[in-house]
């Protein structure tokens, strides 16, 4: 059972984290099974190659300087909508192991949507962020993006109960965000009430 909750754990954080850093949640995964940080299940080997690493690490650097740039990181962000997504996907089917088509099926669509959520956030966010005419809150929040994707990750790799229970909150935020979002939009491209003559 505890196995199960484990594989579901880390499948929840990696997905999720995929959505905001997928280079950053790669290489991690790579590296922790390469110098046996924790002990993986044998499935984790598919992130265990000197190529996946690499390009992982290299499009990571990349996109830590993208990341700090206004407008920059929006179309890094436009570019990587469908990329995420799948990159989450194929983490969570990856993470999954031996399983029945049916699961892996499930997986990947659990996978794909939790990516896809916080992309979504990520995105929506720095869009908002980008309106403002300093550079520093785009610093601020790409490095609380990074160390949130970091600090998942290991969570995920030590304690994979306790990282589904920081997606199933963070699901929650997202769900409240956008919820205020849609709110606010309508609330300012409402049609004001008219004004009866007198």
Known sequence: MFEILATLGRTMGFSFAAG?????????LGLAKRYGWVDLPEQFR???NDVVIVVALVLYVIEFVAD????????WDAVHTVIRPIGGAVIAVATLGDASPTVKGLAALLGGTLAAGTHLTKAGTRAAANTSPEPFSNWALSLGEDVFVIGLSALALKYPVAAALV????????????AWIVRALKRRWATPPSIPAT
């Open 20 to 28: 905001i850093n997928l280079y950053a949640t790669v290489a991690i």
């Open 46 to 48: 598919v992130f265990d």
């Open 68 to 75: 700090k740039i206004p407008w920059v990181d929006s179309v």
């Open 167 to 178: 997606v199933i909150l963070g699901v929650v935020v997202i769900i409240t965000f956008a």
